[in-house]
């Protein structure tokens, strides 16, 4: 059974991605920071439906709290799939958007991925196969104003999935990015009516955390194993 560590795990998009690859027959650690208890519940739905699953709490952005928890987990075997699918948005445009805010999201979305990421490679490596998807967003690929933080964070991590695609592809390893557009989430529904989203997606809807995941578990398989460095957009034909 492949082990798969879901960050970021007890959102809308995180939860989908677990049950998905769940459901896939993988082991699945899901990691919350703040939503631990809708964590706990999405694992115990998990077993319930027969999947495997378990709970696993550290900020991203403490690289010593990440080693801490990580490090024993890979001591006998390594986890093959990593979703690098934690990030925050802390909107603002830019002349009034202060240091704090631009850190914090650079921290979560960049030094998370490194610190997650990172810690995992070797035993990785060492195993030849492997999976690595990170969830960028369109804001990175067309812009959006009020999230130049967010734009340059989503736009760092997949300029570094390609760039750690080219060093693990001889390995049996793939890394791509993911870039959804207006999704049905508690995030978006605060942000877009229906009206709104018609006037901008082509598919006149948004889509659904369970499309995203299904192209994540795609990614995620063995039948994805010749497509690395990618940056793949879902968004209804938005651009």
């Not at 519940?41 to 709290?65: N, P, Q």
């Not at 075997?77 to 934690?86: E, R």
């Amino acid at each position: 059974m492949k082990r798969a560590l879901i960050t970021g795990g007890s959102g809308g998009i995180g939860a989908a991605i677990c049950q998905r690859l769940a459901a896939d027959g993988c082991h699945v650690y899901i990691h919350a920071h703040h939503g631990l208890p809708a964590a706990q519940a999405l694992a115990t739905a998990i077993i319930a439906s027969g999947g495997s699953a378990e709970v696993l709490s550290f900020d991203v952005t403490d690289s010593a709290a990440v080693t801490d928890v990580l490090t024993p987990l890979i001591e006998n075997a390594p986890i093959q799939i990593v979703v690098n699918n934690a990030g925050i948005h802390d909107d603002a445009v830019f002349p009034g958007m202060s240091a704090a805010q631009w850190h914090r999201v650079i921290d979560v979305s960049v030094n998370g991925f490194f610190n997650v990421t990172q810690p995992l490679m070797m035993p990785m490596i060492r195993s030849r196969w492997g999976r690595i998807i990170n969830v960028s967003s369109i804001s990175a690929l067309a812009g959006n104003a009020g999230q130049v933080n967010y734009s340059a964070a989503k736009g760092a991590l997949n300029s570094a999935t390609k760039s750690l695609a080219r060093e693990v592809a001889s390995r049996g390893i793939t890394v791509n990015a993911v870039a959804p557009g207006i999704i049905d989430t508690t995030m978006s529904e605060a942000a877009f009516d229906a009206q709104t989203i018609a006037s901008m997606v082509p598919m006149k809807r948004a889509g659904t955390p369970t499309e995203v995941a299904d192209l994540i578990g795609f990614l995620a398989s063995k039948q994805a194993a010749y497509i690395t460095g990618q940056i793949i957009s879902i968004n209804g034909g938005m651009f």
